[in-house]
Each structure stands twice: as structure tokens, then as C-alpha cells.
């Protein structure tokens, strides 16, 4: 996307048209972009904000963040996100910490999961929840989906075959529902069965009696779930967000 | 009279000597009298005030640099990181599935669902309420103290000449006399409680105790350059009762005795401490207990009711959080000192973050480091606020007694009132809760109703019941767990 008139960098002011990638490399040049709070910070940060979409300052906040979680260690372990009381109460917090120690998201085409994360993962992995920018292409927007959706898929397959089979399924669902209480532990395997079952019938269509579903693939994942808008429920809005806005 | 002769090659000396004179004369007159006498000259004051203008000053001389580099000036995301949807889970799931769609009959899975637990997972982990109350509050404005700078590129020369000439003031001149305050202020203690500990029971000697600790205290808090406004002292704590307070740092206790004069409560240490401790209750009654008998709590609770019930016997000062928050928020209060059932005075202190950091981070600085960092700070400026009396209700337990003190609190100083407990610094957070929304998550499905009367499981605060070491809440001088 280009458009035609005066766009501000730093404290220059160029008459030209201005392309999304072009500011990142007219910023690398003259370095001047946002604020840059920490010492250290500066150059790895422009690195991981063209990496992962945030913002500088975005960046700075979550760094902060991270320190605070990893009382001021360099990385990151299972036990500092137990200590989260918020987190506590989520039912699939287990699946959600494990995502953060899943080498399937940290888009180095890895396998596997690590035991303690530095900070570039972890950004890495929230990036998954950035906010979706306005300026972006039909094509970006499709990737952006495909990246949140594999994401969740990859929280649901956890020995990474490819596939969410029936066990796994069910298993995500009775974390989700209650062992007592108004479900009783019957009710949740069947509602998990019932739910396989329509996932089924809407992938495969009419199955013969003694075809076996394998599970749900990656694809029938994407269908099941086009309709859904998953933009906005999957991202995490950051307050004051001082997007630096270069093409006026 | 040799000493009268001077040498011509000391002239050194002779200067030296006056300087050390005027010096000490100073320091007497101006504010060691004064707070052996209880008044005041009103020095500090005008101190802060002059203070307060040098870093409107300054801060504008940043955000002006600032403007001039096109840069932004980090600022502390006071209210909370990102935006959190209000929704409950029955309106997204809803959502979630379109409006229309029937959950009644058939309890149904959508795939989707997951979406909403997922989403509040991630944005609990980026901000959630308990975990920044453990950290320090980050300041609007500069105060010259490096420590709180987090806008350094934008410091033009004159501001690196007004910092220079404050860590000169500070370091060179404040400092010492900080000390040498301090030294002597616990060094008359000691002495002067011993001594009056020598003169029978009686009502001279509780009359002569209470002038030697509020005069020792007094000069204490001017060894911290402690600036302190005590509002409604109409409601200050009377004879056989216990005060509540919420808790920053140890300094609290002093802020608070300066005022009054208070039993305190703690563990018998070794050192400095035991030694002061030792010497304060030979004149006066404090409590305190060995290690092996913190544990015990009937006997803590035994020991606190004989104290309230003696009218002759000054306030307990308690501390029920049980740990140094940071003064941004007041957290679950230990339903120990509660239980006794006589009259609690909830006393409310703020501190005003601009002039010095009062919170100790326990985990990052030691006692002694947070002493230094303490007296090199500009001010402590605080504010304490005298709430009137409570007394449980009838049909009331401990626990709502507790939450009801700390609401009062909390609204008073303006701080965050949260069910949680402080001892999440160090402690994990019960699977109950984990157990509360898949409960809500399952009654969407099957359609109920959604069930009002429901235990509240938040009932401690979020720790295991094993894991609470002592129900009476932090007490003076125990140090050594926080």
C-alpha cells in the first residue's frame, strides 16, 4: 500500500510516496523511530519490532513485563507463569503455558518444547495476539489467520502428529467443563464424542459404517472454523497505543 | 589550658573545629530540641515545597528536550497495560456463536469456544492486578534520583548540573547527618529505656516511658527526613484496642509511633534488633514472641487478648496484610487479629512517591541496602489518616470484619482494594479456581441458570491453607520472612 505525499521520519520531513516496507528500512537507516527507553534496548529492539509487528514501545512494555514475571532472570520458566493468580482460574492454562514452550510457534520450523524461554520467544509467541494492523493486504490477512489458527491448533495436537485425534480432543473439552457440578464425567465424554462427531461429518461429509476418522487435520481445522472472525477475538489490545504514523 | 594555644600550621584545625562546633550546635538546636520538645520549625516543609518546584522544572525541561528530538517520553502505564473486555464468558461464548443459535436443548461444544479461555489466558499473563502490586510504582514526573529516571536520553546539561549538585546534597550532606540522627536517636533509646526501667511500676514511670520513646521516635523520623500530615487525630488509638494498618515498609512503624505510643508485636531477633528490642520492653509492655511460639497460634491469641484486656495497657500495633505491598493497593488481611473481638482502630498511610520510594522489595534489596537507599532520597512524605473505631458485628465473622476494615482502608488512602493475598509473593494460588470457571464454563452449556449463592472460593485469599504461616499477619520485626 503507497501513498502519495509528505511523511514525517523522525524530525525530516520527505515529499515521496511511502510503502509499508520501505519505512522499516528508511528507519534503519536514520534509526530514529519511537521512543527508546532502555540502554540496551535499542537495536536488538528494532530487530524483534520488524520481527514480530509491535511496536517499539509495545516492546519496551512487554520487556518490563517479562522481567517482572521472570523476577529479573533472563528467561523464563513454567513455574513463573504459575504464579499469575489470573491465570490460575483459566481451565486450559496448562495448554496455554505449554504454548509459550512449544518450539511448533516459535516460527523456526522446530519441534518439540524447551524447558525455559529467553525474551525474544516470548514476544515471538504474543505475537500471535498482536492487534491487527489497518494497513494490510488481503494476502497478509489470510496469513495472519492461518498463523492465530495454527496456533490454536498446534495448543490442541500435542504430540505434534498432524492430527487432533479423538483423545485429544476429548481432553481439551474436559479441561474446559467441570468434573462435578452439573456435568457429570459421562456427560463430558459424550458431549466431546457428540462434538468429534459433527467435526467429522462436516469434514468428511458421509463416512462408510467401518471408515475410521483419523482426526482432525490442519485443513479441515481452516474449515471448520472460516467463519469465524478470529481478528478480533484473538488479539490483545494495548492501551495509548502510540503507533508512530509515518504516512500522513 | 594548652588546647587554647594554637600552632600558626593549624590553621586546618582551628577551621575544622569551629566547622564541627557550628555543626553540632546546628544539629542541636535546630533539630534535636525541637524534638525532644515535640515542636517544630517547620523547616521540612518548606524543603518540600522548594523540592516540588525543582522537578516541575525539570520535568518540563524533559518533555521540552523531548519535543525538540520529535522523541516520546516513556510514560508509567498507570492504569493498567491493555484494554480488558468487561464480558462475562456466558456473553462471548454467546457471541462466539452467533446470536440465534439455541444452547438449551442439546449442551453442545464449539470448537471455537476455546477462543474466549484463550484470549483471557494471554492477557492475564501481559497484565494482570497482583503480580505489578509487587514491584515499584513508577512516577509521572522526575525526581532527580537516578533510580526512577527512565527517560535518561533526554537530559539536556543544565538538568545534569541540577542532579550532580542533588547526589552532592544528598550523598555529602544529607546522608551523614541522616546517620548521625539515627545513631543518636537509637542510641537514646537504649539508654534512656533502661534506665527507666529501673523505677518501680507505677504512673511516673508509663508517663516517663511514653515521653522517652515519642521523643526517641521523634528524632528518628527527622533522621529520615520524614515530612508526615496525621489526619482525624480525633480518632487516634486508645487503651485496649488494636490498630490495623496497611503495610509499605518497616518504616511504618515508626511514622506511626511518632504519633502514639503503641505495644508492638513481633519475633525475638538477634543482633541490633534484639538488643532493641530487649531495652524497649523493660519500660513498656511489647509483645514479643520466640520463633517456636509464632507458630503456635492459640498462644499468640491468648497473649494479644491479655494485653487488650489490661485498659492500662497501651494499643497493639498489627500489621494483617503480612507483607510489603506497594502502596498502590491494600491486600487480604489475616482474620488472626481479628478474632479477638475488641475495638479495631484501621489507621490509613499513603505515601507520597515523589520525593523517595518508600516500598521495600524484599526480594531485591536487603535491609541494610534499603536503609541507605532510605536516607539518600530526597523526603519521605506521607500522609496518615485516623479511620474512627470498628467492632465486629453481630453475625459477622472474622473474615467479612477483616474485608470490611480493609475497604474502609483502602477508600481512605485511595488505594486498590483486592481480595487477594500478599503472600502470593512467594506462594501459588489454590486450583479451586481453576475448578469456579469450569464450573460457569459447563452451566453455559447445559443452560442454567447461573448460581448466585455459590461459596465464595476467594474465601483466603487464593493461598493453600497450609501455606498461610501465621494468621496473625506481618508483626513487627519479623523481618526475616518477608
Known amino acids: 500500500m503507497a501513498q502519495e505525499g509528505l511523511f514525517n521520519v523522525g524530525f525530516l520531513t520527505f515529499p515521496g510516496r511511502c510503502v509499508g516496507e520501505d519505512i522499516v528500512s528508511w528507519n534503519k537507516i536514520i534509526g530514529i523511530m519511537g521512543a527508546l527507553h532502555s540502554m540496551a534496548g535499542g537495536p536488538a529492539y528494532l530487530d524483534l519490532s520488524e520481527k514480530t509487528g509491535f511496536s517499539l514501545e509495545q516492546i519496551g512494555i512487554l520487556h518490563k513485563r517479562f522481567k517482572q514475571l521472570s523476577h529479573n532472570e533472563e528467561t523464563l520458566l513454567r513455574e513463573d507463569f504459575n504464579t499469575i493468580p489470573d491465570l490460575a482460574c483459566n481451565p486450559i492454562r496448562t495448554q496455554i503455558i505449554e504454548a509459550f514452550f512449544d518450539r511448533r510457534n516459535f516460527q523456526q520450523n522446530a519441534e518439540g518444547t524447551v524447558q525455559e524461554i529467553g525474551f525474544e520467544e516470548f514476544l515471538v509467541v504474543m505475537s500471535y495476539f498482536r492487534p491487527p494492523s489497518q494497513h494490510m493486504t488481503e494476502e497478509q490477512r489470510e ?106 | 589550658m594548652a588546647w587554647f594555644v594554637f600552632p600558626d600550621d593549624s590553621l586546618l584545625c582551628m577551621c575544622l573545629g569551629i566547622s564541627f562546633t557550628v555543626w553540632f550546635t546546628l544539629l542541636l538546636v535546630f533539630i534535636i530540641v525541637p524534638a525532644i520538645l515535640g515542636v517544630s520549625f517547620g523547616i521540612r516543609r518548606v524543603y518540600m515545597r522548594t523540592l516540588i518546584k525543582i522537578f516541575e522544572w525539570a520535568t518540563l525541561r524533559m518533555e521540552r528536550g523531548a519535543k525538540e528530538k520529535n522523541h516520546h517520553l516513556h510514560k508509567p502505564y498507570s492504569n493498567g497495560i491493555i484494554a480488558k473486555e468487561p464480558s462475562s464468558l456466558e456473553q462471548e461464548i454467546q457471541e462466539l456463536r452467533g446470536l440465534g443459535s439455541s444452547l438449551g436443548s442439546e449442551p453442545e461444544f464449539g470448537m471455537a469456544d476455546i477462543f474466549y479461555f484463550c484470549r483471557r489466558g494471554v492477557e492475564s499473563i501481559v497484565d494482570d492486578e497482583v503480580i505489578k502490586r509487587f514491584s515499584a510504582q513508577e512516577l509521572e514526573s522526575w525526581n532527580l534520583l537516578t533510580r526512577s529516571n527512565y527517560n535518561f536520553r533526554h537530559i539536556s546539561l543544565r538538568l545534569r548540573v541540577l542532579w550532580g549538585l542533588g547526589l552532592v546534597t544528598r550523598y555529602g550532606f544529607l546522608l551523614p547527618l541522616r546517620v548521625t540522627l539515627a545513631v543518636t536517636g537509637i542510641g537514646l533509646l537504649l539508654v534512656l529505656t533502661t534506665l527507666v526501667g529501673f523505677l518501680p511500676s507505677g504512673k511516673l514511670r508509663n508517663h516517663l516511658s511514653e515521653k522517652v520513646h515519642l521523643m526517641c521516635y521523634r528524632i528518628c523520623v527527622r533522621a529520615l527526613t520524614a515530612i508526615i500530615t496525621y489526619h482525624n487525630r480525633q480518632n487516634k488509638p486508645k487503651n485496649g484496642g488494636i490498630c490495623v494498618a496497611n503495610h509499605t515498609t518497616p518504616i511504618d512503624v515508626i511514622i506511626l509511633a511518632n504519633d502514639g505510643c503503641y505495644s508492638m508485636v513481633g519475633q525475638v531477633h538477634g543482633g541490633l534488633m534484639g538488643v532493641v528490642q530487649r531495652a524497649m520492653v523493660k519500660s513498656s509492655p511489647h509483645i514479643w514472641f520466640e520463633r517456636s511460639e509464632v507458630k503456635d497460634r492459640h498462644l499468640v491469641a491468648k497473649r494479644l487478648s491479655d494485653h487488650v484486656a489490661d485498659k492500662s495497657k497501651q494499643p497493639i500495633l498489627i500489621f494483617p496484610e503480612g507483607t510489603c505491598i506497594n502502596n498502590t493497593s491494600v491486600m487480604m488481611f489475616k482474620k488472626g487479629s481479628f478474632e479477638i473481638g475488641c475495638t479495631v482502630y484501621p489507621v490509613a498511610i499513603k505515601y507520597d512517591p515523589r520525593f523517595g520510594d518508600a516500598f521495600w522489595n524484599s526480594s531485591k534489596f536487603g535491609m541494610v541496602n534499603y536503609l541507605l537507599r532510605m536516607m539518600s532520597s530526597w523526603a519521605i512524605v506521607c500522609s496518615v489518616w485516623y479511620l474512627p473505631p470498628m467492632n465486629r458485628e453481630e453475625g459477622e465473622d472474622a473474615m467479612q470484619f477483616a474485608n470490611r476494615v480493609k475497604a474502609a482502608i483502602a477508600a481512605q488512602g485511595g488505594l486498590v482494594d483486592l481480595i487477594w493475598d500478599g503472600g502470593l509473593k512467594r506462594a501459588k494460588v489454590k486450583d479451586v479456581f481453576k475448578e469456579e470457571q469450569q464450573k460457569l464454563y459447563s452451566k453455559v452449556l447445559v443452560g442454567d441458570q447461573e448460581d448466585q449463592s ?26 526475616g520472612n518477608d
Open chain 2, 454 to 479: 455459590e461459596d465464595n472460593p476467594v474465601a483466603n485469599g487464593g493461598l493453600e491453607p497450609k501455606e498461610e504461616e501465621s494468621t496473625q499477619g506481618c508483626v513487627v520485626g519479623d523481618r
Open chain 1, 143 to 248: 496469513n495472519v489467520r492461518k498463523e492465530k489458527l495454527r496456533f490454536l491448533f498446534n495448543m490442541h495436537d500435542t504430540d505434534n502428529d498432524g492430527t487432533i485425534t479423538l483423545e485429544e480432543y476429548r481432553h481439551v473439552v474436559e479441561e474446559l467443563l467441570s468434573h462435578s457440578g452439573a456435568l457429570g464425567k459421562e456427560t463430558a465424554k459424550g458431549i466431546a464424542d457428540a462434538a468429534m462427531l459433527e467435526v467429522a461429518s462436516i469434514s468428511m461429509g458421509h463416512m462408510e459404517p467401518d471408515e475410521i476418522y483419523e482426526g482432525i487435520t490442519f485443513d479441515h481445522f481452516l474449515k471448520l472454523l472460516e467463519e469465524f472472525e478470529i481478528e478480533s477475538r484473538m488479539n490483545i489490545r494495548f492501551l495509548n497505543m502510540d503507533t508512530t504514523n509515518l504516512c500522513k
